[in-house]
């Protein structure tokens, strides 16, 4: 992992889960880990939901004023520069589509002066009817880029099915994500399994993730 990743991805690829577990495990590998809740347009899935479980590993949790309210515009009243500056390590949830990129672009250009300590993952899930096909996907990763204007490193394979996901349905999706990574130039950095099958694969690329975010009628 670099010093600062950021994540995006269309709603329910699983960025808000992979932001997560990703704190979570910065936070075994660094004293100082915040991660930032920049998704300023999808109300369901947030990481403002995890207080608890961030105050129990020592993850800084930052997410907009009026987070997980009724209000229709919160507002970011943080200065992510600084954090950037001062965190051993910094993760931003970005929003799912172009619009919630446009929060990030605020910051790009101190973001971008980072260089190699910089990563920007794009989440892709083949499962999401909405980018169920390369072309969808690469062309929304490309509208995130130019709202943002950031360019993505890396791509992460996230394809679920939220708690019906098998090791057959990620195997599935590897050829959807080699066309995409093959088409934009960009590698393939995690391909993520549940973390009770990820056993299963043999791939160099897995990331065991746990299921943190649950759907409505879950919790």
């Known amino acids: ?100 990129a446009f929060a990030l672009g605020r910051y790009s250009e101190a973001l971008n002066s980072y260089g190699d300590e ?26 995130i880029e130019a709202a943002s204007r950031m360019k993505h490193t890396a791509i992460v394979n996230n394809t679920n099915l939220a708690g019906e996901t098998t090791a057959e349905i990620i195997e599935q999706s590897a050829e959807f994500a080699d066309e995409i990574a093959k088409r934009t130039g960009l590698p393939i950095l995690y391909t993520v399994y549940p973390e009770d099958i990820a056993e299963l694969s043999d791939r160099d690329d897995v990331f065991p993730a746990k299921r943190y975010v649950r759907t409505v009628w879950e919790t």
């Open 1 to 100: 992992m670099k010093r600062i990743t950021v994540i995006t991805g269309h709603y329910g690829s699983g960025k808000t889960n992979l932001s997560v577990n990703l704190a979570v495990k910065a936070a075994q590998e660094h004293d100082s880990v915040a991660i930032v809740d920049l998704d300023l347009v999808n109300p369901y899935f947030r990481t403002a939901d995890f207080c608890e479980l961030f105050k129990e590993k020592n993850i800084k949790m930052i997410a907009p004023d009026f987070a997980n309210t009724n209000l229709d515009m919160p507002s970011v009243q943080f200065d992510v520069e600084e954090l950037a500056a001062t965190e051993d390590h910094l993760i931003l949830d970005v929003g799912g589509d172009d619009a919630g």
């Open 118 to 143: 910089l990563e920007m993952l794009y989440v892709i899930n083949q499962r999401r009817y909405l980018t169920n096909t390369p072309d969808a996907a690469i062309k929304l990763m490309y509208e």
